[in-house]
């Protein structure tokens, strides 16, 4: 359904390539203009430093509000009591819900990243398994955030505009633009505590400096704590929330 919806708007692509040209082109020059010093970022490459925590700021901008807008447009078609009434457990119709914006986010990374690489990004590989294994354990991170705030909106109704406070929150401390040691000491501390700071250093140590899976084994664990953390606590409340709002009669109110 998804992506019969999205060949129909075929606008859509063409806005979201230029989109990516110009978001490169903006970082290209950006990166010019800055020169950071490498002792701050551990590179004298920003333009390829900061293209990697942009392609990473996508996908985790898609785990954080695929899954509230997927319940927000079935609570304003009066379709959400539905679809917790099928006999699909709603987790899985849940954590299926993003399968298109996941791929839809690769299609864009790829334009994304030809277009770096043309502006002149250096990538070298250094593993394939711990690229994998990260990016893996990220998406389960930030997919448990994305689903706990799409349990809060299932009964509060006003979950959402929580969604972008957190995004920019996660920007700010993620090591995304710049590297977490030059926040002051409290927000540098509080950094250690989200897992986007692990996975952008890890995707940096593989991609940039072609880091071995043992290179980047401190930020894994972190990773896979997160997960194990998270992902549960999501199951939880999305659980806890669809329990609530059926008492209350919650699922066909918008």
């Known amino acids: ?58 996908y985790i901008n898609v785990m954080l509000y695929t899954f509230s807008h997927k319940i927000r447009n079935d609570q304003l078609l009066g379709t959400l009591e539905m679809v917790v009434a099928s006999p699909s457990r709603f987790s899985l119709i ?25 502006f002149g990004a250096k990538f070298v590989v250094g593993s394939y398994l711990a690229i994998i294994l990260a990016f893996i354990l990220t998406m389960i991170s930030f997919g448990s955030l994305g689903i706990i705030s799409a349990s809060f909106l299932m009964v509060f109704k006003k979950g959402e505009p929580v969604t972008p406070f957190i995004a920019a929150f996660f920007a700010l401390l993620g090591n995304v633009f710049f590297p977490t040691k030059v926040l002051p000491p409290i927000l540098n501390t509080l950094s250690l505590f989200i897992p986007l700071p692990y996975s952008a250093t ?53």
């Open 1 to 58: 359904r998804d992506l019969k919806l999205a060949l129909s708007y075929k606008l859509d692509f063409i806005i979201r390539t230029f989109s990516s040209f110009f978001s490169v082109v903006l970082w290209y020059y950006l990166s010019l203009f800055l020169k950071p010093n490498a002792s701050v970022t551990g590179t004298n490459d920003y333009f390829t430093y900061v293209i990697v925590g942009m392609a990473l700021l996508g």
């Open 94 to 118: 849940i954590f299926s819900s993003a399968i298109w914006e996941f791929l839809f986010e690769t299609f864009d990374l790829l334009v994304f990243l030809i277009f770096a690489i043309l």
């Open 202 to 254: 890890a995707f940096r140590k593989i991609m940039v400096d072609g880091a071995t899976f043992f290179d980047v084994l401190p930020e894994i664990q972190a990773l896979t704590i997160f997960s194990i953390i998270l992902l549960p606590i999501a199951l939880i409340s999305l659980n806890f929330s669809i329990k609530i709002a059926r008492k209350y009669g919650l699922l066909g109110a918008y």
